[in-house]
């Protein structure tokens, strides 16, 4: 009988769910009435996502800085959809002079593009003329996908590395970092079908979960560091170079695994005219390299599951005498371990972490491209930042070009709460609101309130970066406070464990968390992710014993109200952002024995828009 009820009880809560008051665009309704998705916050007993194997093979001449290669893809229809089109995706057709950008670029940014030398589709040739694809190209079908069926696509391609970019390209003469270095089949999914947003430089990426079979061809004395696991080091790698290497799966301290003299000698890589460096990786959203003949390379490991034993390879690439660089590898190994273990507390799941000096401040599956920065926390924190988006968006591959928020929300949260353990409150609290949040509330431009929900690829200038990082990190640390850390993390758990390698969107994080906390939080979200509001509360005396806090900009944040007595005794007392539910403003007693100075409300990094209102001398 109390399993009955229990499961009644269930069923009741999740119907709960159906009527949780969230604006719902009619494109994502429809997923929900399929079935793909469940209104619990898990996939749906309909979900499905569509899968590429990629058999990659390219060779960068460093003389000509032209890529050229060769892929063989076979796709399956996962979906119940017979599909007529195929959507091809270049990225790097962003330098063709002609393509949309969100921005002005110097014409050292423009190349010619994507030349499409060869393509066939399960043996039919298609007619090709590069100067017809974008950055997202859809072909017709000689004949239809239909559910369930396999196709090969063959694509043999080139395109040359541009001087000036900053996610790819050119780095100096002897370094490249080729980043979406190849064609890719674009995503079809349950609630937008085929995704044709072109790439515009800013928005970010949507990609399948895909195999990855990397081999890149790089004259001697290049090394080649890539996605994935390095399957043929001894191949490449000279002798000592190899055992130095190896030695670094292992080691705890630092690894010298090219100096910039051994490098210079010709001492690191097989003496072939040509290397092919060989990586694979699995279930991944998208496989980069880099390449260089001068960048030091140090390694070392560091154990990110305690119960396994299982250890990672982190590895950093850069210049000589970059003071930060040199600090990467522990750097990287420690935030590895803390994102393993603290928040979000879910073992690192790849093989390797690898770091690129360069200019983007961009993360990719298992690398990085970071600028060198004087300021060495400034700079440890962009690591931080970095590596992050190895949960969000790379274990869950949520769609950042339409919804950013969903993985630089969590990466600057994240990078707020390593920042704590790394540098102290103080220290973190002071730079989170000069890096992040002071520009955000100190203008009130109509851009900086469109609510958090609004698509990314919809945003632009301010709107877009607050929209992406600063509120919605606020937001996701208000959560915590508001849950506490222990059902948070809970629920952050659940979301992750359901949605690892699969595509949420903003609906499943809300209902998944409804679920988990078995709350309806949806007073929560509309609040923070459907709402124009901003952050500003005001303090005013209503009477001898009662001060009124009232929320003004209506966000529901967490705060402190301190008040100072005249012998000079204080108390400081935190609320909770569950005292803005349903209202915005709340009363507070003052009265006590003794006689009343001062009040002062305080947000700490919830930084207000009006600070002051935000105390009374009595």
Excluded at 267 to 272: E, H, K, M
Excluded at 522 to 536: E, K
Aim: charged share 20%; aromatic share 14%.
């Amino acid at each position: 009988m109390k399993k009955v009820v229990g499961l009644l009880l269930l069923l009741v809560f999740a119907a709960s769910l159906a009527a949780q008051g969230l604006y719902m665009p009619r494109n994502i309704k429809a997923a929900y009435d399929k079935g793909t998705r469940s209104l619990k916050g898990v996939p749906g007993v309909e979900y499905w996502q569509n899968k590429g194997v990629y058999d990659i093979s390219v060779r960068v001449d460093p003389l000509s800085k032209i890529v050229t290669g060769s892929e063989t893809i076979v796709y399956t229809n996962n979906s119940p959809d017979t599909l007529k089109e195929l959507v091809i995706r270049f990225v790097n057709n962003l330098h063709k002079p002609e393509a949309p950008r969100y921005d002005y670029f110097s014409s050292d940014f423009l190349t010619e593009g994507l030349k499409i030398k060869t393509l066939s589709i399960d043996r039919f040739i298609y007619k090709t003329d590069g100067s017809n694809w974008g950055t997202v190209s859809p072909i017709e079908l000689a004949k239809s996908i239909l559910p369930g069926q396999q196709v090969q696509v063959k694509i043999e391609w080139s395109y040359p590395l541009s001087k000036e970019s900053d996610r790819e390209g050119q780095i100096d003469p002897q370094t490249f970092f080729c980043a979406y270095a190849y064609p890719r089949i674009s995503v079809y999914d349950d609630y937008n079908g085929w995704d044709q947003l072109q790439h515009l430089g800013r928005q970010e990426f949507y990609n399948d979960f895909n195999d990855y079979n990397l081999k890149v061809q790089a004259p001697k004395n290049y090394v080649v560091w890539a996605t994935g696991t390095l399957q043929n080091a001894e191949e490449v790698l000279s002798a000592d170079a190899l055992k130095r290497f190896k030695s670094s799966f292992t080691a705890t301290e630092i690894v010298p695994v090219a100096t910039a003299e051994q490098m210079k000698q010709g001492f690191i890589t097989a003496q072939n005219e040509w290397n092919t460096w060989h990586f694979t990786a699995d279930n991944i959203t998208d496989v980069t390299f880099a390449l260089s003949s001068q960048y030091v390379w140090d390694a070392g490991s560091i154990m990110v599951d305690s119960v396994s034993g299982r250890r990672v390879s982190m590895q950093a690439a850069y210049k000589e005498g970059a003071a930060d660089f040199k600090q990467y590898v522990n750097w990287g190994k420690y935030c590895l371990q803390w994102f393993s273990s603290k928040w979000p507390g879910v073992p690192y799941p790849y093989t390797t972490m690898t770091a690129i000096q360069g200019f983007a401040d961009m993360e990719y599956p298992m690398m990085v491209n970071d600028a060198s920065i004087e300021d060495l926390k400034d700079s440890r924190l962009t690591l931080d930042h970095e590596v992050a988006h190895t949960y969000f968006p790379f274990y869950m591959g949520t769609n950042e070009t339409r919804y950013a928020f969903m993985d630089e929300g969590w990466a600057t949260a994240f990078e707020y709460l390593i920042g704590i353990e790394e540098n102290g409150k103080t220290y973190a609290d002071s730079a989170f609101k000069a890096l992040r949040v002071e520009r955000y509330i100190n203008d009130p431009s109509a851009e900086q309130d469109q609510p958090i929900i609004s698509m990314s690829s919809q945003l632009s200038g301010v709107g877009y970066g607050n929209n992406a990082y600063v509120k919605p990190a606020l937001a996701y640390l208000a959560l915590k406070d508001l849950l506490g850390d222990a059902l948070f993390k809970k629920a952050l758990h659940q979301y992750m464990t359901n949605w690892n390698g699969k595509h949420p969107i903003p609906w499943d994080f809300f209902y998944l968390f409804n679920t988990a906390t078995q709350q309806n939080l949806s007073w929560f979200w509309n609040n923070w992710f459907f709402s124009n509001h901003y952050i500003d509360l005001k303090v005013k005396q209503m009477d001898a014993n009662t001060v009124q806090v009232e929320n003004v900009g209506g966000f529901a944040i967490p705060f402190y109200v301190k008040m100072v007595w005249t012998d000079g005794s204080e108390r400081s007392t935190h609320y909770s952002p569950v005292v803005w539910k349903g209202t915005q403003s709340i009363n507070i007693k003052t009265s006590t024995n003794k006689k009343i100075k001062s009040i002062v409300i305080d947000g700490g990094i919830f930084m207000d828009a009006t600070p002051d209102d935000n105390h009374l001398l009595l």
